[in-house]
């Protein structure tokens, strides 16, 4: 079965700084990628996702992840953070048939002033 | 326009005692999935319905998890002879191939056994 490692469960990074979420995948299988981020009190929503094409896929908001099937990794990248973007991010994996996503144990991204 | 929905927000029972937790999806989401989340945890899949086939049960822990899904839409799961171990957040996601199965969560249903 798949299994999804995000290493870091708690990452503090000042306001303006760079920050990477690390993300990593058993299954070297064909495999979609997700990210989601849970606001404080809020539902999970889905922040950016790679299904095909560039390996490269941006949100809205600034970030970024890079799908390396090398590595079987889907790092979470912004170069620039900001208070709002205090959250809690999920990396998911679902294997192609969508029936069932394998998710991470959550990355607490926690902005500094 | 309207989430998905789940009720209770929060509730608290006994041990032994059986609970049915309740998801209303967006409406025309074929797609309908639980999960629980445990603290410090991430999220488990537990079940999986599409549409009319028959659903994805791999993910649940023992039979005394089960979920069903009326009319395409509203979704229950039970948990019978409820265990210490049950408490988590449980949390329901609907979606639809059109979306490339991008799934809409509910706030989730708190469950606590005592």
């Known amino acids: 079965a798949q299994s999804v490692t995000q290493l870091d469960s708690q990452v503090p990074v000042f306001e303006e700084a760079p920050v990477e979420l690390r993300c990593n995948y058993s299954s070297s299988v064909s495999v979609y990628l997700f990210w989601y981020v849970q606001y404080p009190n809020q539902g999970l929503q889905l922040l950016l996702k790679y299904l095909s094409g560039s390996t490269l896929v941006e949100s809205i908001n600034g970030f970024e992840a890079e799908f390396n099937k090398s590595q079987t990794s889907f790092h979470l990248r912004k170069p620039s953070v900001h208070i709002s973007d205090t959250a809690e991010y999920f990396c998911?994996?679902?294997?192609?048939?969508?029936?069932?996503?394998?998710f991470g144990s959550g990355t607490k991204l926690n902005v500094k002033p | 326009g309207a989430g998905v929905s789940q009720s209770p927000s929060n509730k608290v029972t006994e041990k032994g005692k059986d609970v049915e937790l309740r998801c209303d999806p967006i409406s025309g989401h074929t797609a309908l999935y639980w999960y629980r989340q445990s603290l410090g945890q991430g999220l488990e899949f537990l079940i999986y319905?599409?549409?009319?086939?028959?659903?994805?049960k791999s993910g649940l822990p023992s039979d005394r998890f089960s979920a069903e899904r009326t009319g395409g839409s509203v979704s229950t799961l039970t948990i019978q002879r409820t265990q210490q171990e049950d408490s988590a957040v449980y949390l329901c996601a609907s979606s639809s191939p059109s979306l490339s199965y991008e799934q809409y969560f509910g706030p989730g249903t708190r469950l606590t056994v005592t």
């Open positions: 319905f599409q549409g009319n086939s028959a659903p994805d």
């Open positions: 998911a994996v679902s294997e192609g048939d969508f029936n069932k996503f394998y």
